[in-house]
């Protein structure tokens, strides 16, 4: 693929905002940081399932990675805070080191391996073993 620039600044900004390393997104998706880092350096594009992948974590649409306002990052964060305050949820931002990489990796998973996950959560949850 070729260069872009913007996507390099999008996948920046939308990692960022959210509070992960490039390590963490590059654990996540299983590549190399030094790979990563050329996607936000704009020496390398991912390819379009990599890219994917990449969405899936933050649960937006490659549409909305490619159309990221990158001249006014705070209004993504600006967006998130009032989602948070609509939703009385709590934003990928605001979870811990570990919750985040487990969200990024379960959010990448094929719907077969997200019911294998959750029957896993299941069968080790103490409050379902006691019912």
């Known amino acids: 693929m070729m260069k872009n620039p913007e996507l390099a600044k999008q996948m920046r900004a939308l ?56 001249q006014h990052p705070e209004r993504l964060s600006d967006e998130a805070d009032a989602y948070e305050q609509d939703h009385h949820g709590s934003l990928v931002s605001t979870l811990a080191k570990e919750e985040r990489e487990l969200l990024g990796a379960y959010r990448i998973l094929s719907d077969q391996d997200k019911a294998k996950v959750r029957e896993l959560i299941d069968a080790c949850n103490p409050c379902k073993k006691e019912k």
């Open 15 to 70: 990692r960022t905002i959210n509070g992960y390393t490039q390590q963490q997104i590059a654990d996540i998706l299983n590549i190399d940081r030094t790979t990563y880092t050329a996607y936000e350096l704009s020496k390398n594009t991912p390819d379009i399932m990599l890219l994917d992948a990449f969405a899936k974590i933050f649960s937006v649409d490659i549409d909305f990675i490619l159309n990221l306002d990158t």
